[in-house]
Every structure is written in structure tokens, then in C-alpha cells.
């Protein structure tokens, strides 16, 4: 599972706070008089000129860290949740064991949550069996685990929101005494050893009274045991858990660190990570645009038939995908009814099962196709054996429901929402909008209608659904993307066309001229664009992959060994719980398993003979230099070892292959009239609110007209206003990633540049073209910016050797530079490029 460059941004910025929040705890242990509030000075250095720290404290009174990862719906929240423990673990809590409390908000997130964690080759799983070396465990509420389980593996401990949110109910079984987790506690007649843990965490909960003759008696408890262990907390849907008695029960909890997830934080939340909409679109997360089709026909049986007949056409489109590339989607349309019960048929709403009977008895469809969802009857359990709605086992098309796929339910082949709700209907509809945008395997499939979602209502007024729509937009963390809801409104008789930006009529000569170059692969007596997975990827010869490197790792010569946690108390404040060291060496918690380090290493390497071997022959190599005590303890370190070396060894050899290749005039860069090559279209989408200059006059050297803000962040917008300013410049281009021209490389993904331009020569010609990439300081060392600066380098070498005049194409030749230029140096470089 490869993470998008988002993501990978996301992970950065999070190691980077946790980095510094461990720098200044330890500041603060070593100087306990000062009582530095280490979340606080952490955050200050990383972001206080954007977003003030709102502070924490555990039940205990210490400063709570705590932050939060806004992430729209689609984004992979997950994902990064699993990666942030496998980075909390390392850089904060240095320690691989322990136990992290995962709390979600309703049964839908729970059950799709718990399922990913507990499948062993899910990728969620396979994250955290690396962060713990393997030793990882799931659990439930009602589950038992031991002090043993705790300080040999990464417990984590599945829990609803309700549940934690203590004072909802009078007696929560989590809080009741259970001689369950006894094995954490203190003897029930220890009254010394009892006083004592109570001394350190005096918000256990207890049976007696100060004044009773036994004094308080802690209460062998989940809750409670929860309090001693101080876990990572995972609360997802975090903006759900701020009422004051949320925040009081998970504070109680005695974190050691809270992490949030959330589409929609509140004000009071930290947001360290702030993922938007339109990145998510770039990297081919979401389905988009939205278009909304609002029917003047009264009669919903039409409305029906438009969601039907559009679905037909998908379907179509979705054949013709799966044969060209082999990947299945079964396009399913959402339908909103009013009633669902039993009781509620015949009574002039709109009901679940007249939609069912006109489907099957009108449409034609076979009753296979069409599922129900309620809250009292749920026909979706039936696909979960034979590998749930994605699989091509399954046939449902079509799913109706009122409101119970509003949280946390996720398929990514339904495209069409069916809105069969009255006008005026107060039945919600803003959170069934998330349902449709989630794309197939985050990945476009190059044809427009498969890349795209769809909204069928009847009657509506048109304003207000707008606005549900965009509320809808906006509860999933996707409020920068509702410039691109397009709708078609029968109901006033007014089409709301999407906005269609054109070529200026000035530059039309000049932008046909441009034909800008791509890596091609000889292909016989034809050229075709060269595809990494096909060209690159196929033929790195891994025999020759350096591993001397990792024959000479240095192992940690530390022995772990058993642990054994007893009632004994011990005297540091921050341990609670005293532990003592058997003298046996651990035995079967962890071993040395090829096939296991091979798994781990499928998606750098993803033969799995080769990886299986690779992993084989280091392991036997080290097993010659140290004990094989020592190399098991060391298992998790050199399966992270081989994981960043191999990935420097697959870098340079795809490298190698790919300068090969072109040494060997198997690959050129070049461009070919009509076949290869990248022309600016003539016309493309864009949506308010438009990009003016500072001084809110007009832009006037962009090549299109209007063009979108959202495409532009405050860097972007700083060298926009600069390039139009310049007399100069013919004219600039904002060169949209995943849409527009992207340079493929030796590296799975393409590089798209964020600007190309044009000088001017003799009126509305140019002589020259500029490719640039411009890099956030916090970017500008980074090895996927040197990536870029190698890659452009190479282009400007070949775009000299290869004129526009070869193989046929009639134009003059042009001089084409490729530039990354960094944040801090951006004006200076293009002063120089126009001077």
C-alpha cells in the first residue's frame, strides 16, 4: 500500500511534532520545578504561527499531548492512524509494546475498522504487525488481557464512543469490578498496597469510602486498568468526543498521547495535519465532479428511471474498463426513501419496499440486485461471505435506505444517490452525498464518466438542495471542492452548466505550437509512452541489489526478557507498576520467519521468491555474525533496515534501466504529431472563486480564462501574481497534477510541474518554454525533491539533443527548460530568466 504524497506529507509533519514533544518531555523529567508544559513548547516551534495549542491535562493533572489529523472522507484516515502509532511507538514512546485504546463513534466504523485490523494481509494490519514485530493483538471490550499481553505486544483495544463516554449511562460494565484484569491489581486485602497505587493514580475508582473500616479498595476493572497503562489513544471521528463529559472520560483514561481523526474538527481541536479536498482529487482519492440532476417530474418512478438509465450507462462504461485493463467495478446506486418500517407502508411517504417491488416488477431488475438497509433489517450481511459488495461474487446494484449508511459505511463502486425524499422533506441527505465519492482503487480510470459521481432528485428547489449538498460537502471535510457540484435544474427550467475556460483568443497560435515532450519506448517500427510497471519496474535486475550494507548492520546487544508484572508498586511515579525480570529468555513471542520479513518487503520488491530470498540469505548472514538471541530481538530493526536499503537499491537500479535504455535508443524524449506528446486542450472545467491579482484586477497572461483559485496554494498564488506581472512572458499555465503534463520517470509516480510559461518574441511568439516545479522549504532538501531535480536535469540534457522537428513534426524548434526552483528563491531564479 503505497502511500499518496499527501500522506506521505501528513506522516512527515507528525514524526516532526513527535520529535520535538520528546525532545521537550524529557526536558521537562529532568527539570520537574519548572513544570514545562511539553505539548505546549512542542507545538510552539512547529506551529504557533499558524494555530494557537489548545492544552490538556490527563486525570492525573500531567500535560496530555494531544492532536489532530483533518482528513476528508476518502482520505485514508486509517491508514495514517496506523502509521502515526507505528511512529508514535518509535519516536515518542520509544517502545514497541503497550497498548493503544481505539475508540469510534457507531457499530458501521467499528465493524469495517476491527475487520481490516484483525485480517492479517490487510494493509492496516500489516502496518501495525511491523510497528510491533509481529506481536500484535486485537481485542474487544469484552476480551481479556493480561500484564503478559501488555509488555509483550501492541495490545490494541477496540471500543464505541458510548462506552467511553462514561456518565451516559449510571454503571458501565468497563467501570464495574471484575476479577478479570485482578492480575493488574494489588490483593484485595493488600490495604498498604492499595493505599499506595491510589498515592499514584488517585483517579482509580474505588468500592469504599475514606471512612469505611477498610479504607478505599480499588476495583479490579477495565476502566481502571485502562488508567494504569496509560494508552496511545486512536479517537476517530474525533469531533463527536467534545462535550465536556467525552473529554473528562478519555482524559480520565490517563493517555499517554490522543490522536484525532477527523473530517470536520472543531476550533478547539490541534490540527497538526490539514489534508484538503482538492488534494485528495489530485491524487485520484474521490470521484469528482458531483452532478446533480433535479427532476421537474412530480412522480418518483422517474426519478427512478433517470438513476437507472445513467447506471446502465456506467455499467457499460465499467465493461469496457474491465476489459481494457483487467479491473472489475460494479457501478451501485444509493437510494434515499422515507419510511423503512414495518407499520410505515401505505401511508402516503415513500417507502423502502415500494422502491424494491417497482425494481424488480417495473425496472426489470432481478431481486439479487437490490439490498435494503435499516436499522431493523440489514440484507448487506448476506454479501460479507462471499467477500462483501466489491467482490465480482456479489450482483447488488442497487441499496435503499433512509439514513443508515450515513457513518462509516464504505463502498467505493457506488456512484449514483437516488434522492426520493418529498420537497420539504427534512429526511438528511448531507452525509449519503459522502457515500458516492470515494473512487475504485484510488486510482482514476481515465474515463470520465467512471471518475465521477452522481446526485438524482425530483422537485427540489434548487437553492436549498444546493446548499444541503455543499453542507454535505463541508460534514466531510471537502468545503474546498464546492465550486465543483455542477447541476442540472429541470424543476426552474435553468441548466447550470459547469464553468468552460478558454484558450485566450491571443495566445491560440502560440499554445498550438507547444507539443511538449514524453519519455517514449521503441516499440518495433512505432513509439509508445513508456509505462513504469511494464519498462522499469519489470527489468530491474535485483541479482544485482548491493546488500553488503546489511551484512554489517549493528545489532542492539540487549537481551529482552520475560516480564512478569506483579502487585508491587513501584517507587518511580511514572512506572506504577513494579517489574520483575525472570532470568528465562523470551521464548515463541518472537521468532525468525522469512516468510513473515518477505511480506513486509512485497511492496518495494513484489516478487516474492526474490523477497523471500533476500530476506533468507541477510537473515543467515547475520545469523554468522551474532547470536540468533540477539538477531531475534533485532527482527523488527532489520526488516526496517532492509525495507529503506532496498528502496535506495530499487531507486538506483531503476535509475540504471532507464538511462540504459536511452543510451541504447530504445528511449527517446520526444514528441510525435498527433501520437505522443502533451498539447494544452483548447477548453477545460474550472469553478469559482477565480484567481484575480492582488489588487483584485483581472490576470491577463493566463493562458485560460477564468482559472480556479483552489488549484493554487499561497506559494503558487505568490508565483502567479509574479508571472502576470511580466512583460516578458507571453503567457502561463497552471499544470494541474493527475490531469495534465506529468514526466515519467524511473519511479512508479509521474512529476507533474506547477507552472509552465513562455517568454515572448516578435508580438504573440516565443522562444522559449519553462517546465517549473516549485518546492516548500520544508520540501527543498527532501530525496523526493533531488528525485525531481535529477529527473528535470535529465530532460534539459535530452530536450538539447532531440529537436521538435524530429520524426515528422513540422515546427520550429523551441528551447525547453525544466527547473525546480524552492520557495526561498523562486523571485530571484525568474529575475534572472527575464532580466
Same mark, same amino acid.
Given at each position: 500500500?503505497?502511500?499518496?504524497e499527501y500522506q506521505?506529507?501528513?506522516?512527515?509533519r507528525?514524526?516532526?511534532y513527535l520529535?520535538?514533544?520528546?525532545q521537550?518531555?524529557e526536558?521537562?523529567?529532568?527539570n520537574p520545578g519548572? !513544570?514545562i508544559?511539553f505539548?505546549?513548547?512542542?507545538?510552539?516551534?512547529?506551529d504557533?504561527?499558524?494555530?494557537?495549542?489548545?492544552?490538556?491535562?490527563?486525570?492525573?493533572?500531567?500535560p496530555?499531548?494531544?492532536f489532530c489529523?483533518?482528513i476528508?472522507?476518502g482520505g485514508?484516515?486509517t491508514?495514517?492512524?496506523?502509521?502515526s502509532?507505528?511512529?508514535?511507538?518509535?519516536?515518542?514512546?520509544?517502545?514497541?509494546?503497550?497498548l493503544?485504546?481505539?475508540?469510534v463513534p457507531?457499530?458501521?466504523?467499528?465493524?469495517?475498522t476491527?475487520?481490516?485490523l484483525?485480517?492479517?494481509?490487510?494493509?492496516?494490519?500489516q502496518h501495525?504487525d511491523?510497528?510491533?514485530g509481529g506481536?500484535?493483538?486485537?481485542?474487544?471490550?469484552? #476480551?481479556?488481557?493480561?500484564?503478559l499481553?501488555?509488555?509483550e505486544?501492541?495490545?490494541?483495544l477496540?471500543?464505541m464512543?458510548p462506552?467511553?463516554?462514561r456518565k451516559t449511562?449510571?454503571?458501565?460494565?468497563?467501570f464495574?469490578?471484575s476479577g478479570?484484569?485482578?492480575?493488574?491489581?494489588?490483593?484485595?486485602?493488600?490495604l498498604?498496597?492499595?493505599t499506595?497505587?491510589l498515592?499514584k493514580i488517585?483517579n482509580?475508582?474505588?468500592f469504599e469510602?475514606e471512612s469505611?473500616?477498610? %479504607?478505599?479498595?480499588?476495583k479490579t476493572?477495565?476502566g481502571?486498568?485502562?488508567?494504569m497503562l496509560n494508552p496511545?489513544i486512536? $479517537?476517530d471521528?474525533?469531533?463527536k468526543?467534545?462535550?465536556?463529559t467525552?473529554?473528562e472520560?478519555?482524559?480520565?483514561f490517563?493517555?499517554?498521547?490522543?490522536v484525532?481523526?477527523?473530517a470536520?474538527?472543531?476550533?478547539k481541536s490541534?490540527k497538526?495535519? #490539514?489534508v484538503? %479536498?482538492?488534494? $485528495?482529487?489530485?491524487?485520484e482519492?474521490?470521484?469528482?465532479?458531483?452532478?446533480i440532476f433535479n427532476k421537474?417530474n412530480?412522480d418518483?418512478?422517474?426519478?427512478?428511471l433517470?438513476?437507472?438509465n445513467?447506471l446502465?450507462?456506467?455499467?457499460?462504461?465499467a465493461?469496457e474498463?474491465?476489459?481494457?485493463t483487467?479491473k472489475y467495478?460494479?457501478?451501485?446506486?444509493?437510494?434515499?426513501v422515507?419510511?423503512t418500517?414495518?407499520?410505515q407502508? %401505505?401511508?402516503?411517504f415513500?417507502h423502502a419496499?415500494?422502491?424494491?417491488e417497482?425494481?424488480i416488477?417495473?425496472v426489470? /431488475?432481478?431481486?439479487?440486485?437490490?439490498? +435494503?438497509?435499516t436499522?431493523?433489517?440489514?440484507?448487506?450481511?448476506?454479501?460479507?461471505d462471499?467477500g462483501?459488495?466489491?467482490?465480482?461474487n456479489?450482483?447488488i446494484?442497487y441499496?435503499i435506505?433512509?439514513?443508515?449508511?450515513?457513518e462509516?459505511?464504505?463502498?467505493?463502486?457506488?456512484y449514483?444517490l437516488?434522492?426520493l425524499?418529498?420537497?420539504?422533506? !427534512?429526511?438528511?441527505l @448531507?452525509q449519503l452525498v459522502g457515500?458516492i465519492l470515494?473512487q475504485?482503487?484510488?486510482k482514476?480510470?481515465?474515463?470520465?464518466?467512471?471518475d465521477?459521481?452522481y446526485?438524482?432528485c425530483?422537485?427540489?428547489?434548487?437553492a436549498?438542495l444546493?446548499?444541503e449538498i455543499?453542507k454535505g460537502?463541508r460534514?466531510?471535510?471537502l468545503?474546498d471542492l464546492?465550486g465543483r457540484?455542477l447541476m442540472?435544474?429541470e424543476?426552474?427550467?435553468q441548466e447550470h452548466?459547469?464553468v468552460?475556460?478558454?484558450?485566450?483568443e491571443?495566445?491560440t497560435?502560440?499554445s498550438?505550437?507547444?507539443?511538449?515532450?514524453?519519455f517514449?519506448?521503441?516499440?518495433?517500427?512505432?513509439?509508445r509512452?513508456v509505462?513504469?510497471?511494464?519498462d522499469i519496474?519489470?527489468?530491474?535486475p535485483w541479482?544485482r541489489?548491493d546488500l553488503s550494507?546489511l551484512?554489517?548492520?549493528n545489532?542492539?546487544?540487549?537481551?529482552?526478557? #520475560?516480564?512478569?508484572?506483579v502487585?508491587?508498586l513501584?517507587?518511580?511515579q511514572?512506572?506504577?507498576i513494579?517489574l520483575?525480570q525472570?532470568?528465562?529468555l523470551?521464548?515463541?513471542?518472537?521468532h525468525?520467519?522469512?516468510?513473515?520479513?518477505?511480506?513486509h518487503l512485497?511492496?518495494?520488491?513484489?516478487?516474492p521468491?526474490?523477497a523471500?530470498?533476500f %530476506?533468507?540469505?541477510? /537473515?543467515?548472514? $547475520?545469523?554468522?555474525?551474532?547470536?540468533?538471541?540477539?538477531?531475534?530481538?533485532?527482527?523488527v530493526?532489520i526488516?526496517?533496515e532492509?525495507?529503506?536499503?532496498?528502496a535506495?537499491?530499487?531507486?538506483i537500479l531503476a535509475?540504471? +534501466?532507464?538511462?540504459?535504455?536511452i543510451?541504447?535508443d530504445k528511449?527517446?524524449f520526444? =514528441?510525435i504529431?498527433n501520437?505522443?506528446?502533451?498539447?494544452f486542450?483548447?477548453r477545460? !472545467?474550472?469553478?469559482?472563486?477565480?484567481l484575480?491579482?492582488?489588487?483584485?484586477?483581472?490576470?491577463?497572461?493566463? /493562458?485560460?480564462?477564468?482559472?480556479?483559485?483552489d488549484?493554487?496554494?499561497?506559494?503558487?498564488?505568490q508565483?502567479a501574481?509574479?508571472?502576470?506581472d511580466q512583460?516578458?512572458l507571453l503567457?502561463?499555465?497552471?499544470?494541474?497534477?493527475?490531469?495534465?503534463?506529468?514526466v515519467?520517470?524511473?519511479?512508479?509516480?509521474? =512529476?507533474y510541474?506547477?507552472f509552465?510559461f513562455t517568454?515572448?518574441?516578435n508580438?504573440n511568439g516565443f522562444n522559449? +518554454?519553462f517546465?517549473?516545479? @516549485?518546492?516548500g522549504?520544508?520540501l527543498?532538501d527532501?530525496?523526493?525533491t533531488?528525485?525531481?531535480r535529477?529527473?528535470f536535469n535529465?530532460c534539459?540534457e535530452q530536450?538539447q539533443?532531440?529537436t521538435?522537428?524530429e520524426l515528422g513534426?513540422?515546427?520550429?524548434a523551441?528551447?525547453?527548460?525544466f527547473?525546480v526552483?524552492?520557495e526561498d528563491?523562486?523571485?530571484?531564479?525568474?529575475n534572472?530568466?527575464?532580466?
Amino acid at each position: 500500500m503505497e502511500p499518496k504524497e499527501y500522506q506521505i506529507k501528513a506522516l512527515n509533519r507528525v514524526k516532526q511534532y513527535l520529535d520535538l514533544l520528546y525532545q521537550w518531555r524529557e526536558k521537562a523529567i529532568s527539570n520537574p520545578g519548572l !513544570k514545562i508544559n511539553f505539548p505546549l513548547n512542542a507545538w510552539d516551534e512547529i506551529d504557533s504561527r499558524y494555530r494557537p495549542y489548545s492544552s490538556r491535562k490527563d486525570g492525573l493533572g500531567r500535560p496530555l499531548p494531544c492532536f489532530c489529523l483533518k482528513i476528508p472522507t476518502g482520505g485514508g484516515k486509517t491508514f495514517l492512524a496506523v502509521k502515526s502509532i507505528d511512529l508514535i511507538n518509535t519516536v515518542y514512546r520509544k517502545k514497541q509494546t503497550g497498548l493503544v485504546l481505539w475508540i469510534v463513534p457507531s457499530t458501521q466504523i467499528y465493524n469495517q475498522t476491527i475487520r481490516g485490523l484483525r485480517n492479517r494481509d490487510h494493509p492496516y494490519r500489516q502496518h501495525l504487525d511491523i510497528a510491533s514485530g509481529g506481536r500484535t493483538l486485537i481485542r474487544e471490550k469484552t #476480551d481479556l488481557f493480561s500484564p503478559l499481553d501488555v509488555s509483550e505486544n501492541l495490545v490494541v483495544l477496540m471500543l464505541m464512543l458510548p462506552s467511553a463516554n462514561r456518565k451516559t449511562k449510571e454503571v458501565l460494565r468497563m467501570f464495574k469490578d471484575s476479577g478479570s484484569f485482578a492480575e493488574f491489581f494489588p490483593a484485595e486485602d493488600d490495604l498498604e498496597a492499595n493505599t499506595k497505587l491510589l498515592e499514584k493514580i488517585p483517579n482509580l475508582d474505588t468500592f469504599e469510602k475514606e471512612s469505611r473500616f477498610w %479504607g478505599k479498595q480499588v476495583k479490579t476493572s477495565l476502566g481502571n486498568t485502562l488508567r494504569m497503562l496509560n494508552p496511545v489513544i486512536i $479517537l476517530d471521528e474525533g469531533h463527536k468526543a467534545y462535550s465536556e463529559t467525552a473529554q473528562e472520560t478519555l482524559q480520565g483514561f490517563n493517555p499517554s498521547i490522543i490522536v484525532e481523526l477527523s473530517a470536520t474538527p472543531p476550533d478547539k481541536s490541534n490540527k497538526l495535519v #490539514d489534508v484538503t %479536498g482538492i488534494e $485528495l482529487n489530485r491524487e485520484e482519492m474521490i470521484k469528482f465532479d458531483l452532478h446533480i440532476f433535479n427532476k421537474a417530474n412530480p412522480d418518483w418512478k422517474e426519478t427512478i428511471l433517470e438513476a437507472h438509465n445513467h447506471l446502465e450507462m456506467l455499467k457499460g462504461k465499467a465493461r469496457e474498463h474491465h476489459a481494457n485493463t483487467g479491473k472489475y467495478i460494479r457501478p451501485i446506486c444509493l437510494i434515499q426513501v422515507e419510511r423503512t418500517g414495518k407499520e410505515q407502508r %401505505g401511508k402516503k411517504f415513500i417507502h423502502a419496499e415500494d422502491v424494491r417491488e417497482h425494481l424488480i416488477n417495473i425496472v426489470g /431488475l432481478q431481486p439479487e440486485e437490490v439490498a +435494503v438497509k435499516t436499522s431493523e433489517k440489514d440484507e448487506l450481511k448476506e454479501v460479507d461471505d462471499i467477500g462483501g459488495l466489491m467482490s465480482e461474487n456479489c450482483r447488488i446494484r442497487y441499496i435503499i435506505t433512509k439514513q443508515a449508511l450515513q457513518e462509516g459505511w464504505d463502498c467505493a463502486f457506488a456512484y449514483v444517490l437516488a434522492i426520493l425524499t418529498r420537497p420539504g422533506s !427534512k429526511t438528511a441527505l @448531507t452525509q449519503l452525498v459522502g457515500r458516492i465519492l470515494r473512487q475504485p482503487f484510488a486510482k482514476k480510470t481515465g474515463l470520465k464518466e467512471l471518475d465521477e459521481s452522481y446526485v438524482f432528485c425530483y422537485q427540489q428547489e434548487g437553492a436549498e438542495l444546493l446548499e444541503e449538498i455543499r453542507k454535505g460537502f463541508r460534514g466531510e471535510g471537502l468545503g474546498d471542492l464546492q465550486g465543483r457540484i455542477l447541476m442540472d435544474d429541470e424543476s426552474t427550467g435553468q441548466e447550470h452548466e459547469e464553468v468552460s475556460a478558454q484558450v485566450r483568443e491571443k495566445f491560440t497560435k502560440a499554445s498550438d505550437q507547444i507539443i511538449l515532450p514524453v519519455f517514449a519506448i521503441r516499440d518495433g517500427s512505432d513509439w509508445r509512452k513508456v509505462n513504469y510497471d511494464m519498462d522499469i519496474a519489470s527489468q530491474i535486475p535485483w541479482d544485482r541489489a548491493d546488500l553488503s550494507k546489511l551484512d554489517a548492520l549493528n545489532l542492539s546487544m540487549l537481551e529482552e526478557k #520475560d516480564v512478569e508484572q506483579v502487585a508491587t508498586l513501584s517507587e518511580d511515579q511514572r512506572e506504577v507498576i513494579k517489574l520483575r525480570q525472570s532470568e528465562l529468555l523470551k521464548a515463541g513471542a518472537l521468532h525468525l520467519d522469512s516468510v513473515f520479513l518477505a511480506r513486509h518487503l512485497l511492496d518495494i520488491v513484489p516478487n516474492p521468491w526474490i523477497a523471500y530470498e533476500f %530476506g533468507k540469505t541477510i /537473515l543467515n548472514k $547475520l545469523l554468522t555474525h551474532f547470536d540468533q538471541k540477539i538477531v531475534i530481538n533485532n527482527f523488527v530493526f532489520i526488516i526496517e533496515e532492509m525495507r529503506k536499503h532496498l528502496a535506495v537499491q530499487k531507486d538506483i537500479l531503476a535509475e540504471k +534501466v532507464f538511462r540504459d535504455m536511452i543510451s541504447r535508443d530504445k528511449m527517446h524524449f520526444l =514528441v510525435i504529431a498527433n501520437k505522443l506528446g502533451y498539447k494544452f486542450p483548447r477548453r477545460k !472545467k474550472t469553478a469559482a472563486p477565480y484567481l484575480t491579482k492582488k489588487t483584485a484586477a483581472s490576470l491577463e497572461r493566463t /493562458l485560460f480564462d477564468p482559472v480556479s483559485a483552489d488549484d493554487f496554494n499561497e506559494t503558487e498564488k505568490q508565483v502567479a501574481w509574479y508571472l502576470d506581472d511580466q512583460n516578458k512572458l507571453l503567457f502561463w499555465y497552471r499544470n494541474i497534477p493527475k490531469q495534465d503534463y506529468g514526466v515519467q520517470g524511473w519511479r512508479s509516480h509521474r =512529476v507533474y510541474a506547477d507552472f509552465i510559461f513562455t517568454d515572448t518574441a516578435n508580438g504573440n511568439g516565443f522562444n522559449r +518554454v519553462f517546465v517549473v516545479e @516549485t518546492k516548500g522549504l520544508h520540501l527543498k532538501d527532501s530525496e523526493r525533491t533531488e528525485y525531481t531535480r535529477k529527473l528535470f536535469n535529465l530532460c534539459n540534457e535530452q530536450a538539447q539533443e532531440t529537436t521538435l522537428t524530429e520524426l515528422g513534426l513540422k515546427l520550429s524548434a523551441k528551447q525547453i527548460s525544466f527547473l525546480v526552483i524552492a520557495e526561498d528563491e523562486w523571485q530571484n531564479r525568474f529575475n534572472a530568466l527575464f532580466s
